[in-house]
Nanobody
Framework: QVQLVESGGGLVQAGGSLRLSCAASGSIFSIDDMGWYRQAPGKESDLVARMISGGSTHDADSVKGRFTISRDNSKNAVYLQMNSLKPEDTAVYFC??????????????WGQGTQVTVSS
C-alpha cells in the first residue's frame, strides 16, 4: 500500500516563506510525475507545480518566480519552497504522484493535504 505523507504547512504572514515536503512510501518501483495541487475554500483544485522524473517542471503562472518545486528521487520525495507568500496562496495543498509497480500501468496517489494560511 502506498502512502503520501505531507508536512510543512502552517500559518505565515504575507511575504513570508514555507517549505512543504511529501514522501511516498510502500512497494514502489518508480515514480513518474510528482507535484502539488491546492484547493482554496469554495474553489476547485488547481495545479501549483509538477516535476517529472527527468527534471522538467511545470508551474502555475500565479506562482512563477515565487515557488520552486524539487525532488529527491532517492527518498521518493517532493518539496515545494514557497517564498513571497500572498493571502491568495491560502489553501489546502495536496501532494500527487504517478507511480509504477514494475508493470506498464501507472497509478495516481494523493496525500492527505496540508493547510497553508497566509495572513495579510
Amino acid at each position: 500500500q502506498v502512502q503520501l505523507v505531507e508536512s510543512g504547512g502552517g500559518l505565515v504572514q504575507a511575504g513570508g516563506s514555507l517549505r512543504l515536503s511529501c514522501a511516498a512510501s510502500g512497494s514502489i518501483f518508480s515514480i513518474d510525475d510528482m507535484g502539488w495541487y491546492r484547493q482554496a475554500p469554495g474553489k476547485e483544485s488547481d495545479l501549483v507545480a509538477r516535476m517529472i522524473s527527468g527534471g522538467s517542471t511545470h508551474d502555475a503562472d500565479s506562482v512563477k518566480g515565487r515557488f520552486t518545486i524539487s525532488r529527491d528521487n532517492s527518498k521518493n520525495a517532493v518539496y515545494l519552497q514557497m517564498n513571497s507568500l500572498k493571502p491568495e496562496d491560502t489553501a489546502v495543498y495536496f501532494c500527487n504522484a504517478i507511480i509504477a509497480f514494475g508493470g506498464p500501468q501507472r497509478y495516481m496517489y494523493w496525500g492527505q493535504g496540508t493547510q497553508v494560511t497566509v495572513s495579510s
